[in-house]
T-cell receptor, first 119, second 106 residues
């Protein structure tokens, strides 16, 4: 059974960077698929942030592109998100997922973690 | 960017009734890369359908996904109590996007 678990700070200061790591179990990320980040807010609903392939190729949301970096570490079976210069509108539940781009549906989701931007 | 518009925003129905949810894309989705998810409070979305009309593993056959071009539909033939939730459509092309959701409530 594929499982994804995100980890990282639950509170981030305005103008700082939000960093999350997703640990995958039950599947080797080196075997394939794209791996991504989705966030959800009551006002904006579900929003795709970015995706990364096993080879490290990335794709980012146009609206967040200038602030997003995604990386992958196949040796640890993890991938990560960094969102810089955060503000209150970046407060959301963040999910890591398998798939979600280029013809691959999202078949596995993490449980989601609420990240609050606040001083 | 493709915009997905779901309607209605809220559907008020009773158990046993039929639910019809619509998802309209701002451009034709020639790829058919359209999925439906169900989400309950405090949970991650659950995949119901992908590639427009392929039912995901373990999904009851009272759910059906249809559509083509720019108009897609999720139908729940007879609502069970556990089906009351929020449903999202999702295009997973090169620039993924989600609809804003339809809440199915009692």
């Amino acid at each position: 059974q594929v499982q994804l678990q995100e980890s990282g700070p639950k509170v981030v200061q305005p103008s700082e960077a939000l960093s999350l790591t997703c640990s995958v179990s039950g599947y080797s990320i080196n075997s394939g698929y794209n791996w991504g980040w989705i966030r959800q807010t009551p006002g904006r609903g579900l929003e795709w942030i970015a995706s990364v392939s096993k080879a490290g190729g990335t794709a980012n949301s146009v609206s967040l592109r200038s602030r997003v970096t995604t990386t992958i570490d196949t040796s640890k079976n993890q991938f990560s998100l960094k969102l810089t210069s955060v503000n209150a509108s970046d407060t959301a539940v963040y999910f890591c997922v398998r798939g979600g781009i280029s013809g691959y549906t999202i078949d596995y989701w993490s449980q989601g973690t609420l990240v609050t931007v606040s001083s | 960017e493709i915009v997905l518009t779901q309607s209605p925003g809220t559907l008020s129905l009773s158990p046993g009734e039929r639910a019809t949810l619509s998802c309209r894309a701002s451009q034709y989705l020639n790829s058919g890369y359209l999925a439906w998810y169900q989400q309950k409070p405090g949970q991650a979305p659950r995949l119901l359908y992908f590639d427009t009309s392929i039912r995901a593993t373990g999904i009851p056959d009272r759910f059906s996904g249809t559509g083509s071009g720019a108009v897609f539909t999720l139908t729940i033939s007879r609502l069970e109590p556990e089906d009351f939730a929020v449903y999202y459509c999702h295009h997973y092309g090169d620039s993924p996007t989600f609809g804003q959701g339809t809440r199915v409530e009692i």
